[in-house]
């Protein structure tokens, strides 16, 4: 349940076919955990390939088991959080570049930092952090594909 759509909190698109996952920890929380349920639904996810993974490497999925707090009332017996790293993070990446592009192209909101002694010569700083997410979103793109163990082998990152 933890992979499905519904269930995520960042606007991505993770559905299969639009990226792929590089890692996922799973961190479970109850009193009546069954490890072998888990190991069946996680075998489940890897034969029937519900989820896209990087070609380049093994599919990484962590769990973590924990029980619950006898502290604080819970009406779930079990509960669950997921951490992913997924390559369509490109696309969140992307839309900030495009919305910075906009803004620095019409000097808004720039005026106050222009005040200050780091930023009175030029915005330099904004240049080069925008460099920085480019090649984030480079490196996020290179990573869908099977050669990216090679990927700045020539000079790339």
């Known amino acids: 349940r933890l992979t499905q759509p519904k269930n995520i909190m960042v606007s991505a698109n993770t559905r299969p076919g639009s ?4 890692s996922i920890l799973n961190i479970i929380q109850g009193n009546d ?4 349920q ?6 489940r996810i890897r034969e029937r390939q519900l989820i896209n993974f990087i070609p380049w490497g093994p599919a990484s999925i962590q769990v973590a088991l924990a029980r619950s707090s006898p502290f604080i009332e819970n ?6 959080f997921m951490l992913a790293n997924h390559t369509s993070m490109a696309e969140l990446f ?6 910075y592009d906009r803004i620095r192209k019409r000097n808004a909101f720039l005026d106050s930092y222009r ?9 330099d700083e904004f240049d080069d952090a925008r460099e920085t997410v ?10 869908e594909k099977s050669n990216y163990l090679d990927y700045g082998m020539n000079g790339g990152i």
Request: proline letters at 4%; aromatic letters at 6%.
């Open 134 to 143: 480019q090649s984030l979103v480079d490196e996020y793109k290179a990573c």
């Open 38 to 43: 888990i190991h069946k639904a996680l075998q």
């Open 33 to 36: 955990i069954d490890p072998t």
């Open 75 to 80: 009406r779930h017996c079990v509960s669950g």
């Open 19 to 22: 990226g792929c996952y590089i």
């Open 94 to 99: 992307e839309r900030l570049l495009r919305q």
């Open 115 to 123: 005040k200050e002694p780091m930023f009175q010569e030029s915005l």
